[in-house]
């Protein structure tokens, strides 16, 4: 079993900056692509960035040169630094993580999410 956990939200002022983290755990042989998505109230959950195992990025238009995505590979951690937050920044930030598992005869490929961390920005 795996499991993925967020910290890092909270409350911030616009124009503050915000940095989350999500570390997994378990039984992982290896993590492929690692991201950060976010769900506004009401809103359909949207991807926010994603990075590759090895470090290709790729971020969503409205936070472009604003929101920065790494990963520690050693310790199967990937991090959203937020800056420049505006309002419409806030919401419930989860993480993703597609993990490879590997058992005595077959290796699996599984999206796991984290639980999800509140990102609120007060204008």
């Known amino acids: 079993q795996v499991q993925l956990v967020e910290s890092g939200g909270g409350l911030v002022q616009a124009g503050g900056s915000l940095r989350l983290s999500c570390a997994a755990s378990g039984s992982i042989f290896r993590i492929n692509d690692m991201g950060w998505y976010r769900q506004a109230p009401g809103k359909q959950r949207e991807l926010v960035a994603v990075?590759?195992?090895?470090?290709?990025?790729n971020y969503a238009d409205s936070v472009k040169g604003r929101f920065t995505i790494s990963r520690d590979n050693a310790k199967n951690t990937v991090y959203l630094q937020m800056n420049s937050l505006k309002p419409e920044d806030a919401a419930v930030y989860y993480c993703n993580a597609a993990v490879v598992t590997a058992s005595q005869f077959t290796y699996r490929l599984t999206d796991y999410w984290g639980q999800g961390t509140q990102v609120t920005v007060s204008s």
């Open positions: 990075i590759t195992s090895v470090g290709s990025t």
